[in-house]
């Protein structure tokens, strides 16, 4: 209920500027209300879970601010999946209640909707969704009675199976981020949301925090570079959230549009998802100053790492220096604490009462939290004074343009035809993205390797998978490597690449 104090503090006052409409403080909070009152008069009741299908939309932000007042459990679902993928998450939250933005509603078509209570689109009422605008008219917009703390479960893959949510133990209590705090806000800042409010990165730090603290929102439905730094000027913006990627697009537009943008009024950009090379970063700071914080962490853990402009001029490429406290160390093969510059596994103890579990997955909790660390697979080593440095990552795993992309989902995509005899999925370089996906393939007998068997079998996957997860390329060869033991080297094959890109990571 931190919100309502902000509400009534500022009343009228713009919270949210949106091209989808804007909202006063005093409007935000009502509509939250009017939506929890909605969601009890179905029976939903602390604990429970609310699947959000949206956009970067204000009824995003409302609906997550119901449910953190109203104990409930939210899964904000990436609207670029294909419908099979969303569906999945859709039924396997365990959801009773979907609140979906209107173009979307045909993602949820093979969903289960057993045990769902209620369902709302922003858009008109159809096949089965009640409007959202109607269902709060029908609600009283005062604050609830006997409020509780909720929590949201965000969904990440692992290298096998479907995606897993991610549950904490107790929900995070946010303070606000005022004056000397890691945001620092004051009273005039304004925080832009450039990036999807599904990711654990804008959901926190342009939306959790911002709304925390009494600052407004300003939302982007899609980041566009030159409309981003149009923005800050126009607006007098404060704080924003990014990835390398939209840094890289800021760098790319010409100089004379870099040159006449006011980027007087920033004072944070938060950044991290994914590593930002030194020279993109390097180039960042001299044309914004020392407003970049870079941090570290992962869905499954959240270790308080961090580092403003200045230290990291002071140790580029570094993601900062693991506080005295923090859960985080580097562990060899064998678990033991590896020495300054030594490189090992980023690992962070397991605690039964605090550490994140998946959710309705009990062998996925058995290999990842059954020891007494675990990890997200990310390899790196601290140097003398504590800074962290990565140098690759042991998962599997594929970050692209700051979304994780797990490449066994596109192995098995691919497997399914006929053509291919095997294939292995890495992430290669990419100057924009930071990785894109490629597909290593071995051919079954009979079929020949052609440009032309490289689009359809392109063709074949935008079938089955989101169009983020695609392979950009093929590459045929003879065979995939494999281990004495019969799996197949992935690491080895996306060696090739960065090998001969000089880099890791």
């Known amino acids: 209920m931190l919100f309502s104090h902000w509400a009534h503090r500022n009343g009228g006052r713009t919270a949210i500027l949106s091209p989808r409409g804007n909202r006063s403080f005093t409007e935000l909070n009502g509509n939250a209300n009017r939506l929890l009152a909605h969601f009890r008069s179905k029976g939903l009741a602390p604990g429970d879970g609310v699947a959000l299908l949206c956009g970067n939309v204000p009824q995003f932000i409302e609906t997550h601010l119901a449910c953190q007042r109203g104990g409930l459990r939210l899964t904000p679902i990436n609207w670029h999946l294909s419908p099979a993928e969303a569906a999945y998450i859709l039924t396997d939250c365990e959801a009773k209640a979907w609140v979906v933005q209107g173009e979307f509603v045909d993602l949820t078509r093979p969903a289960a909707t057993a045990g769902v209570c209620t369902r709302l689109t922003t858009g008109v009422a159809r096949d089965g969704f009640d409007s959202y605008a109607h269902a709060l008219d029908a609600q009283d917009p005062i604050d609830p009675v006997n409020p509780s703390l909720g929590s949201v479960m965000l969904y990440t893959s692992g290298t096998t199976g479907q995606p897993k949510g991610v549950m904490r133990r107790a929900p995070i209590i946010l303070m606000p981020q005022r004056e000397n705090s890691l945001c620092d806000y004051r009273d005039g800042d304004l925080n832009l949301l450039c990036g999807p409010a599904y990711h654990g990165g804008p959901l926190t730090f342009d939306i959790a925090f911002p709304i925390a603290s009494g600052i407004p929102i300003l939302m982007m439905e899609r980041f566009d570079a030159a409309q981003w730094l149009s923005l800050v000027g126009k607006y007098r ?78 140790k580029p490429g570094s993601v900062g220096r693991i506080p005295e406290g923090s859960p985080a160390v580097i562990l060899d093969a064998d678990g033991n604490r590896c020495g300054p510059g030594e490189i090992g596994v980023v690992s962070f103890p397991y605690n039964p009462a605090t550490s994140p579990s998946y959710f309705r997955s009990p062998e996925k909790n058995a290999e990842t939290f059954g020891r007494s660390h675990y990890s997200v697979g990310d390899l790196g080593y601290v140097d003398a004074d504590g800074y962290l440095y990565l140098t690759g990552r042991s998962a599997e795993v594929i970050i692209s343009g700051g979304v994780n992309i797990y490449p066994q989902e596109v192995d098995n995509a691919l497997a399914s035809h006929p053509a291919v005899r095997e294939v292995c999925t890495v992430g290669v370089p990419n100057e924009e993205w930071g990785e ?53 080297q992935r690491a080895e094959v996306r060696r090739g690449y960065w090998t001969a890109a000089g880099r890791q990571i």
């Open 237 to 314: 913006v404060t704080h924003s959230h990014m990835v390398s990627t939209m840094f890289r697009r800021l760098l790319a537009l010409p100089e004379e549009v870099r040159k006449a943008a006011d980027l007087s009024s920033l004072r944070r950009i938060f950044h991290g998802a994914a590593p930002t090379s030194p020279d993109v970063k390097r180039a960042m700071i001299d044309w914004f100053g020392p407003v970049l914080h870079e941090y570290y962490g992962a869905t499954e853990a959240s270790p308080g790492i961090g580092i403003n402009s200045e230290d990291w001029l002071k």
């Open 436 to 488: 894109e996906v490629k597909a290593v393939v071995a051919l079954a007998e009979g079929f020949a390797a052609s440009p032309e068997l490289e689009r359809h079998l392109l063709t074949y996957a935008r079938e089955q998978l989101a169009s983020f997860k695609l392979p950009r390329s093929i590459d045929f060869v003879d065979a995939v490597p494999h281990s004495e033991a019969g799996k197949v």
